[in-house]
């Protein structure tokens, strides 16, 4: 699960991950959608939206597969 905040010039927060502006974190955690949404809404964030290959990739680098 991978989720991301946009942060313009600052740095990303500890544990998270920057690429091309935007601060992703990878959870290990098994939440259900519902629960990760929330979870991301409590962190001022939301669930990633894949928005091009490198990006899939980048995903894909810092993820394991099911």
């Known amino acids: 699960m991978a989720f991301v905040r946009s942060n313009g010039t600052q740095c990303c927060p500890v544990n998270w991950l920057e690429y091309e502006g935007s601060c992703y974190w990878f959870s290990r955690s098994?939440?259900?959608?519902?629960?990760?949404d929330?979870?991301?809404?409590?962190?001022?964030?939301?669930?990633?939206?894949?928005?091009?290959?490198?990006?899939?990739?980048?995903?894909?680098?810092?993820?394991?597969?099911?």
């Not at 098994?30 to 990760?36: E, H, L, N, R, V």
Request: neutral net charge.
């Open 30 to 36: 098994g939440k259900t959608w519902a629960d990760a």
């Open 38 to 66: 929330r979870y991301c809404r409590l962190e001022s964030a939301h669930l990633v939206v894949i928005n091009s290959w490198e990006e899939q990739k980048f995903i894909m680098q810092h993820t394991n597969p099911f």
